[in-house]
């Protein structure tokens, strides 16, 4: 089953205020669009948002 992260979620992982958490979800939900995928306003996909945002040192995709 999908995973999705809304506002609250995306503020706490990157301590953020609340509108550049939806600033970031509509961000990463125009470029899922772009590629073809039905979104859900106001939350985004965790697996598309971390592959975006959280990277190890070595660039590697952190896994939480």
Known sequence: MMS???CKDVQKIL???Q???Y???RKL???LT???YQVVR??????????SYL??????KVTS
Not at 43 to 51: A, G, N, Q, W
């Open 55 to 60: 990277y190890s040192d070595s660039r590697e």
């Open 42 to 51: 106001g939350r985004v996909d965790k697996s598309y948002f971390e592959k």
């Open 15 to 17: 301590n953020v205020k």
């Open 29 to 31: 939900n125009a470029q």
């Open 23 to 25: 600033e970031v979800i």
């Open 4 to 6: 999705f992260l809304n």
């Open 34 to 36: 772009k590629q073809g």
């Open 19 to 21: 509108a550049t958490a």
